[in-house]
C-alpha cells in the first residue's frame, strides 16, 4: 500500500492497512513531549483510520504511556478493574487471567465511556494473539437505506453484569482465576441506555454502538432484540469493515473507541501474553435526534473487592 505524510505534519508517514479501517504511523517516537501540532495531526489521522499503529516503542514505559495519553485528554482507570500498581489509570492486560474474546467497545456499560484506548505490547506469543478492529462508522455507512432508518431509531441497554459474554469461555483456562475476573469484573454493575447509531463529536459520522454489553435492543420482544442485534451486529464485523494485526513487542495500537469495536484472538494456548492500556475519557453519546445515553443503574455488589489499589 501507499505510504504518505500526514496533513499538517509532514514527517508523520502513514501506510494504510486496508481500505477501510487502520494505518500505520512511521517516524514517531511517542511520549508526553510531542508538540501540540503532532498531537492534532495524530488526533486527525485517527478519526479518518480509526486504529493507528506504531511499531518499536519500546522505550516506552507505565509512565510515558499515560503521559502520551494525557496529550488527547484526561485518563480514565477502568470503572472495575484496578489499575496496576503504581499506576492510577493502567489496564494489565494478562492473558493469563482473561482473554476478552468476544466483539465490544471499551466499558460502554457506563454512559461517558472513553473515547480513545491506547493498547501496548510488552510480552507477545511468537505467533497467535491478534486483535482484531472493526469499522462501526463504515459499517453504518454501507447499511441500506431502510436500515440506517431502523437503527437511527433504536435504543440498547448495556451492562457488565454478563462478564462471561465478554471474556468468553476458555475449557483450558483456571477456574479460580476466572471466578476471581468475573467477581472484580462484576463488582459495579452498570446498566446505560445508548442509541443504536451514535453522533461522533469529532467528524459528525455516524456511527453503531454494539457489541457483547449489549443486554437488549429497547422496546421489542426478546426474540426481536435477538434478531435486531445479529442483524445489526453482523454489518459492524463484515470482513470489509475490518483489519487484523500481528502485535511484536513494543508495538502501540491507539483506536477511536466512539467508531470501533475489537475482539482479541483466543489462538494461542498457555503462552504469555500482556499488554496495557490507557483510556482517554469520553463524552455522553448523542443520539442522531439530539438525545443522551442516560445511566440507568449503578449497584456495588462487592466494594471491598473493586477497591483499586493505585
Do not use: C
Amino acid at each position: 500500500m501507499s505510504t504518505q505524510a500526514s496533513p499538517g505534519y509532514s514527517d508523520l508517514l502513514i501506510r494504510p492497512v486496508t481500505g477501510r479501517i487502520g494505518a500505520e504511523v512511521s517516524r514517531l517516537r511517542l511520549s508526553g513531549d510531542l508538540d501540540r501540532a503532532t498531537v492534532d495531526a495524530i488526533r486527525q489521522t485517527l478519526y479518518r483510520y480509526k486504529v493507528l499503529f506504531f511499531r518499536g516503542q519500546q522505550h516506552l514505559d507505565e509512565p510515558g504511556q499515560e503521559a502520551f495519553g494525557r496529550l488527547f485528554g484526561d485518563l480514565v482507570p477502568h470503572p472495575t478493574i484496578p489499575s496496576l500498581k503504581g499506576t492510577q489509570n493502567v489496564l494489565d492486560v494478562d492473558g493469563a487471567d482473561a482473554r476478552a474474546s468476544s466483539w465490544h467497545t471499551d466499558v460502554t456499560f457506563v454512559d461517558a465511556y472513553p473515547q480513545i484506548s491506547i493498547l501496548r505490547g510488552l510480552v507477545i506469543p511468537e505467533y497467535g494473539g491478534d486483535t482484531v478492529w472493526a469499522n462501526t462508522a463504515a459499517a453504518y455507512q454501507s447499511l441500506t437505506p431502510h436500515l440506517r432508518d431502523l437503527a437511527d431509531n433504536l435504543w440498547a441497554l448495556h451492562s457488565n453484569g454478563n462478564s462471561s459474554a465478554y471474556v468468553g469461555f476458555r475449557p483450558s483456562g483456571k477456574p479460580d482465576a476466572l471466578k476471581r475476573y468475573h467477581q472484580v469484573f462484576t463488582s459495579t454493575v452498570y446498566e446505560t441506555q445508548h442509541p443504536l447509531v451514535r453522533v461522533h463529536p469529532g467528524t459528525g459520522e455516524r456511527a453503531l454502538i454494539l457489541g457483547q454489553f449489549v443486554q437488549k435492543i429497547l422496546g421489542v420482544s426478546a426474540a426481536d432484540s435477538s434478531h435486531l442485534f445479529a442483524l445489526f451486529q453482523g454489518h459492524a464485523t463484515r470482513l470489509e469493515n475490518t483489519m487484523r494485526w500481528r502485535w511484536a513487542v513494543g508495538d502501540v495500537a491507539m483506536w477511536d473507541n466512539r467508531a470501533t469495536q475489537h475482539t482479541a484472538v483466543d489462538d494461542y494456548g498457555d503462552r504469555p501474553r500482556v499488554l496495557r492500556r490507557v483510556t482517554v475519557a469520553g463524552d455522553v453519546p448523542i443520539s442522531v435526534d439530539g438525545k443522551n445515553s442516560v445511566l440507568r443503574n449503578k449497584v456495588s455488589s462487592a466494594p471491598d473487592i473493586a477497591t483499586t489499589d493505585h
